[in-house]
Each structure stands twice: as C-alpha cells, then as structure tokens.
Nanobody
Framework: VQLQASGGGWAQPGGSLRLSCAASGLTLDDHAVGWYREAPGKKREGLTCFSPTDDKTFSLEHAKGRFLISRDTAKNTVFLQMDNLQPNDSAVYYC???????????????????WGRGTQVTVSS
C-alpha cells in the first residue's frame, strides 16, 4: 500500500491550496482516508476523513468550514481543498488510510493503518 500526498506549497493568508493523495494497493471503495497535519513543535492532529462504510465525512472543529475532503474513486485519489488559509495552517500535511471506516476516534487517535509521506504547506505574506 502506498499513499502519495502532493499539492503542497506556499500560499498567502486568505489563499487556497488543493492537496491530493494518490492511493495504490488499496481501493477507496473499502478504505477510509483521512488528512492530518503536523506543525513544527506540535503534535500531529487530525483534520477530516471520509468513511465509505457510512458514506460520511467527519471533520474536527478546526477543519470545519475551510477544509473539504473529496475523492475520485476512478483515480483512486482523495483531495483536501483548503480555503482561507492562515499562517497557523502551515504544517506538513499527511494522508492516511485504514480499512472500511473512520470516525472521530481515528481523527483524534491517529490510529490509521497506512500513512503517506507528507507534503509541506506554508502560509505567509
């Protein structure tokens, strides 16, 4: 299983970025994928995940309203649209996957089975 995150880079405050997570060795039909981030000096934190078993999206408070997860099952790729970015959104962003389902527990605990290498997002003026 491989998860390849891409799309990071630099954005101005108020700007947007769209991250991609290309999955191989698993299918999105039966694996949940979530997005996490780790800022310098801080613990890795969960953002949002999509659970195919429930057909539901789970998002933590700091991700609601600005971060949107979506997926293209034909391309086996999950996206994270990030809008109104702020400097405190600067972090390395990771995608992670596990079989069947995700929920708030997996966002808080980070107990996901597969992790990709992260992609750096820097927000500054």
């Amino acid at each position: 299983v491989q998860l390849q995150a891409s799309g990071g880079g630099w954005a101005q405050p108020g700007g947007s970025l769209r991250l991609s997570c290309a999955a191989s060795g698993l299918t999105l039909d039966d694996h949940a994928v979530g997005w996490y981030r780790e800022a310098p000096g801080k613990k890795r934190e969960g953002l949002t995940c999509f659970s195919p078993t429930d057909d539901k999206t789970f998002s933590l408070e700091h991700a609601k309203g600005r971060f949107l997860i979506s997926r293209d099952t034909a391309k086996n790729t999950v996206f994270l649209q990030m809008d109104n970015l702020q400097p405190n959104d600067s972090a390395v962003y990771y995608c992670a996957a596990r079989p069947r389902m995700c929920n708030y527990y997996y966002l808080y605990s980070k107990h996901m089975d597969y992790w990709g290498r992260g992609t750096q997002v820097t927000v500054s003026s």
